[in-house]
């Protein structure tokens, strides 16, 4: 039994075991909430580095404990929050050390709307689609001012360059979840799982998932579109002057937006948590988002990177009008009824 | 069980305050970058309204577009514009009875929006009688609202228009 205000110390840890077990503390705090979150994180880093080097034939992380140097990532934790944070000469201090924070706390806000399982979700609102928009919408801002702060000239170079890439790769990304949010009838994330209880949308809407899947590699900056942060040209590009726990922050930030990316191409796309019932939903969702993101992380080990002109015709001549043309084609599906044994 | 929730009058003078002093932030602002960020804070504080007014979808779209999109824009072109030092600007925008109007203006605008918060019950702050779910939101506007929907398309491609024509003129 559970009494507000406890008077007796057993009432009190009665409150604080009800506390602990709630379902709103559990989804905000461990499952789709903090600790998932840092953990899946730290997996990323490892993994990226470890799947790079095999797709090289190299041997990657192996020394810092656990099998294949799973610990690698926790050791890289440890040396960069020990190491000093460089503030360039006449940078903008509190923009410079506030942006990394805001970078993290940006991505990992969109996961309260993410459905993990039919219950899983911290909180389910009718406007999860465009919640997320509006969240990662904000990132080119944050990384323009951040170059800005740096008052250094590579630094501002790439985070103008990542300004336009996505702030015009944007445009076809929306677009192309509109033939989604058409066929599910609705921007509630949890109901467009539901609607692909009988079929994925990745089959009625393969060209948007195509669509998609190419603007979220350019919003990520990952190969081929890495041109923000082009190592030849740029030094590192926009986080150039960022080191110690700046840094840190920063690559946390990054790797939460691909985590979120991967998710969102699960919840869209893949079915989310449906799958056969023998393992617990989560579980599926999980797995599907992994396997989306190796396949964000492997043409980085394959692709050279494009220019900047090919960037820009392909975002706007390519994408936009495949993204709009798809529209129109889903219309003329739901409308002729050809999508109706799927229950659209 | 008492939920925890915050009372709908200290939410609208919380983002009253958020609102206005992000906008006297932006015109105060020596370094225009600090400006642009005042004024992404002032559309914040405007979503925050919009949210309030049980208006979820109305919020989201005016943070993307508004804080991601405008704010973008105006940040885009301090950068790429070379902007000359005019001691002139500076001193207009740093004289003391400048700031005063300024902040006595934001300190009226306040006080409206507290004493039409502690007023009586027929608040601005209430949510409308019928709140409108988003699925109904595209049938309302294409069935019962079509020729505002029309205006407002060929305003923005008159836009659009106009944009493109100018930037033709200049090259």
Known sequence: ?????????????????????????????????????????????????????????RIGPLYAGGPGGLFQPLADGVKLIFKEVMVPYKASKPLFLGIPIMLVFLSALP??????????????????????????????????????????????????????????????????????????????????VTAQQKMWFIVPAFLSFVVFFISIMAELERLPFDLPEAEPELVAGWY????????????????????????????????????????PQPVWFILKTLIVATFIIIPRGVYPRIRVDMLIKIGWT??????????????????????????? | MTTLAIPPDVAFVVLTVVTITGAILALQAKELIYGAMSLALSFIGIAGFFALLDAPYLAMLQIAVYVGAVVVLILFTIMLVHREQT?????????????????????????????????????????????????????????????????????????????????KVER
């Not at chain 1, 604080?16 to 499952?31: G, N």
């Not at chain 2, 009586?120 to 609202?145: H, K, M």
């Open chain 2, 87 to 167: 001691p002139e600007m500076d001193e207009r925008t740093a004289s003391p009875e400048n700031s005063v109007g300024l902040w006595l203006a934001g300190l009226l605008a306040l006080a409206v929006s507290g004493v039409v918060a502690l007023a009586g019950t027929n608040l601005p702050t209430e949510a409308p009688s019928a709140t409108l779910p988003i699925s109904d939101l595209g049938p309302v506007l294409t069935l019962q609202y079509p020729i505002p929907l029309i205006i407002l398309a060929l305003l923005l491609s008159a836009s659009l228009l106009g944009a493109l024509v100018l930037a």
């Open chain 1, 1 to 57: 039994m559970v009494v507000f205000p406890p008077t007796t110390p057993a009432e009190l840890i009665a409150l604080i075991i009800r506390i602990l077990t709630s379902h709103t503390f559990v989804t905000i705090v461990i499952f789709p909430g903090f600790i998932h979150l840092t953990v899946v994180v730290i997996f990323l880093t490892w993994y990226e580095r470890k799947l790079l080097a095999r797709i090289q034939l």
């Open chain 1, 318 to 344: 390519r994408l936009l009008i495949i993204a709009l043309a798809n529209v129109f084609l889903t219309i003329i599906l739901i409308d002729t009824g050809l999508l109706a044994a799927w229950g659209i």
């Open chain 1, 240 to 279: 150039t002057e960022a080191s110690g726990a700046i840094f840190m922050l920063i690559f946390m930030g990054l790797y939460m937006k691909l985590y979120l990316m991967s998710s969102l191409v699960t919840v869209l796309f893949l079915g989310g948590w449906w799958g056969p019932a023998i393992v």
């Open chain 1, 111 to 192: 996961f309260a709307v993410i459905p993990f399982g039919q219950h899983w979700v911290i909180a389910n609102i009718d406007v999860g689609l465009v919640f997320i928009f509006a969240m990662t919408s904000l990132f080119p801002t944050m990384i323009l001012l951040f170059a800005w702060a740096s008052n250094s000239k590579y630094p501002f170079l790439g985070g103008l360059r990542s300004l336009f890439q996505q702030v015009a790769y944007e445009i076809p990304m929306w677009i192309s979840t509109l033939s989604i949010v058409l066929l599910a009838g609705s921007l509630n994330l949890t109901d467009i």
